[in-house]
């Protein structure tokens, strides 16, 4: 086995490994019993989730990217050509 071929094996173990451990300390935040003090709220509906997870993200990338655009087209207008 090579070197880099080796090296590429002990990067994917890791990785894996690293993945493994993440999920299994992560695990109690799947637990189906609840806490004492644990009050959920009401859940979101269709639209409310759409609205939140999809459509504000894009409207906020849309805002930003526009805000970088204007940003950029001043700063070429008021740098003389030459």
């Known amino acids: 086995m090579s070197h880099k071929v080796k090296k590429n094996v002990l990067r994917a173990g890791t990785i894996t490994a690293g993945t493994a451990l993440m999920l ?5 935040a ?7 003090g644990d009050d959920p709220g009401p859940g979101l509906s269709v639209i409310q989730t759409l609205g939140l997870y999809v459509a504000a993200p894009i409207v906020l990338f ?13 700063r070429k207008q008021a740098q003389p050509k030459g």
């Open 24 to 28: 299994l300390m992560s695990s109690p």
């Open 30 to 36: 799947f637990a189906l019993a609840r806490d004492d």
């Open 62 to 74: 849309l805002i930003i990217a526009g805000l970088v655009v204007a940003g950029e087209k001043s």
